[in-house]
């Protein structure tokens, strides 16, 4: 047991310093590209904490495993709006721009609006009926991902002009690999450890899925974005996350889709109900108290909705 604890601690200790390490990278490298924080937090810092979805997604796919590949990344997408865009506006007000109100956010509610419809086969001509999303649908969801990554490069509005630490541009590539590998070990350190000592304790393994899997693969993005925050890059924490999303959705499920189509089955309403309304409370908080912030009460709504669906999830164990 105390060897578990030693790896645990050591598991988080890395994922720390790997997500000081990325956001330091991330934004030396947003400035010597001339982009804005918000793109390199949508892209490299977007992808890089959704590796491990991406690992998992896939290899369920691959094992022909819907509901691993599907509800990994639903649930992702859940706590990563709803638990840890929340504790992160709960600690620290999260500058929102009008590009990220006009366009960002947007695009991430339509998104997860288009998978939800994909995956319950309501699209207009019932091509290809079936129950979940055909390879067809997969095909559509990578289009849309290329379209909107190209626009967010087309339409970025570049470099913030803020004073910060300088690096040369192989030592910010270099912490960007860094802390990204950090985060990855250090994340499968702490949930190998975290299920070893549930296990020992005589948790279950249906609440070590839900709660040490589920979070653990996003750990990457929970301390990614309070580490942003902290160091005043609210637009690498709101990148993060949207990209994030968008990776898992139209990136991660499409590859995965590609492989084997991918049925919903597993999903009930009200995951998905879940689901959709995380991305119409964080499109809401975009015009409510002040505009140009997510500020600390909205963070507290969005955990408030997790806590609420946590409880439901625990009450069906």
């Not at 129950?131 to 289009?143: H, K, P, S, T, Y």
Request: proline share 2%; hydrophobic share 55%.
């Amino acid at each position: 047991m105390l060897i578990q604890i030693l790896i645990l601690v050591c598991g988080l200790a890395l994922t720390v310093l790997g997500a000081d390490w990325l956001v330091d990278g991330a934004s030396s490298v947003a400035k010597k590209l001339g982009v804005s924080d918000f793109v390199i937090g949508l892209t490299i810092v977007g992808f890089g904490t959704s590796c491990p979805e991406l690992v998992v997604s896939l290899t369920g796919a691959i094992q022909g495993n819907a509901d691993i590949s599907v509800g990994n990344v639903v649930g992702s997408n859940i706590m990563n709006t709803l638990l840890i865009l929340g504790l992160t506006a709960l600690l620290y007000p999260i500058t929102i721009t009008e590009s990220n109100k006009k366009k960002d956010i947007p695009v991430n509610l339509v998104v997860i609006f288009l998978f939800i419809m994909m995956g319950m086969n309501y699209t207009f001509f019932h091509i290809g009926a079936s129950d979940g999303i055909m390879r067809w649908e997969a095909a559509v969801m990578l289009l849309v991902f290329i379209a909107y990554i190209y626009s967010s490069f087309k339409s970025d509005s570049g470099a913030e002009d803020v004073p910060e630490k300088q690096f040369s541009t192989a030592a910010a590539i270099g912490l960007c690999l860094l802390g990204l590998g950090s985060l990855v070990i250090g994340g499968r350190l702490f949930v190998q450890s975290a299920t070893s000592i549930a296990r020992l304790i005589g948790v279950s393994n249906k609440f070590i899925a839900i709660t040490v899997l589920a979070g653990g693969t996003s750990l990457p993005e929970l301390v990614t974005c309070i580490v942003a925050a902290a160091k005043h890059k609210e637009q690498i924490a709101l990148g993060n996350i949207i990209g994030s999303n968008i990776f898992n959705i139209l990136l991660i499920l499409g590859i995965s889709a590609l492989v084997t189509p991918l049925s919903l089955a597993s999903m009930d309403f009200v995951d998905m109900l879940v689901l959709l309304l995380s991305g119409v409370l964080l499109w809401v908080c975009t015009y409510t108290g002040d505009r140009s912030k997510m500020d600390r009460w909205e963070g507290f709504i969005l955990l408030a909705v997790y806590a609420a669906y946590m409880v439901r999830l625990f009450s069906k164990l």
